[in-house]
């Protein structure tokens, strides 16, 4: 089937303004995880969930960014009062059931979110 | 705590030149690393793990855990490796496998 799917490709919004970023993961993939990645630097782990297990959202920058998922499908990235630090590609991605026990599932991403904070 | 380095932001070789992209890692218990590239306007994909030992278009990688290494070499580089690569570790986080990756190495090869 489909790969990751991501929406909006782009997004800009105003200082200020509050956003929301879609992920849709592929179907059966019940690890859904969020990057950062700004212009020039490499990945930065927002929040990873894992099934029904509580999410480790110990990559978020600030209490101005939350996520959900529901069940094992959709997750949205909300972003609150953006700032223009808040700028960059967003990028999620998914695998199949990540338990430590069993050989690593690979990450498929999908292609980002571009936020342009202005 | 688990970390993953990669110390070079940017790499430039001319093509046919030998290419060897550096990877340090610092994890207390048994290593899972991985190279992910993402090359020009595509999504960031799996390129090589460690366990397979395989190479993938020209590209291997030994994981050295005396020197808690992986870097990824090749021995004639070619324009279409230019990208950005990212180390990765997979790690036990709370019963669940969880990847941290590197800051990434922008391969540049010039013609």
């Known amino acids: 089937g489909a790969g990751v799917s991501q929406s909006p490709s782009n997004k800009v919004t105003e200082k200020g303004k509050d956003v929301e970023l879609r992920c849709d993961p592929i179907?059966?993939?019940?690890?859904l995880y969020w990057y950062r990645q700004r212009l020039g630097q490499g990945l930065e782990f927002l929040i990873y969930?894992?099934?029904?297990?509580?999410?480790?959202k110990s990559g978020l920058p600030s209490d101005r960014f939350s996520a959900e998922r529901t069940g094992e499908s959709v997750s949205t990235l909300t972003i609150q009062r953006t700032q223009q630090e808040d700028s960059a590609v967003y990028l999620c991605?998914?695998?199949?059931?990540?338990?430590?026990?069993?050989?690593?599932?690979?990450?498929?991403f999908g292609p980002g979110t571009r936020l342009t904070v202005l | 705590a688990q970390r993953v380095t990669q110390p070079e932001k940017l790499l430039s070789v001319f093509k046919g030149a030998p290419v060897e992209l550096k990877c340090n890692y610092s994890?207390?218990?048994?290593?899972?690393l991985f190279w992910y590239v993402q090359y020009s306007r595509q999504r960031l994909q799996l390129l090589l793990r460690?366990?397979s030992r395989e190479s993938i278009k020209g590209f291997t990688a030994d994981l050295n855990k005396g020197e808690t290494s992986f870097h990824l070499k090749k021995p004639f580089a070619q324009e279409e490796d230019s990208a950005m690569y990212y180390c990765?570790?997979?790690?036990?986080?709370?019963?669940?496998?969880?990847?941290?990756f590197g800051t990434g190495t922008k391969l540049q090869v010039i013609p």
């Open positions: 969930f894992q099934g029904n297990s509580a999410p480790d």
């Open positions: 990765a570790l997979s790690h036990n986080s709370g019963g669940y496998q969880k990847v941290t």
């Open positions: 460690h366990i």
């Open positions: 179907s059966g993939h019940t690890a």
């Open positions: 991605a998914s695998s199949r059931v990540s338990d430590f026990r069993s050989s690593y599932n690979e990450q498929f």
């Open positions: 994890y207390s218990g048994s290593p899972e």
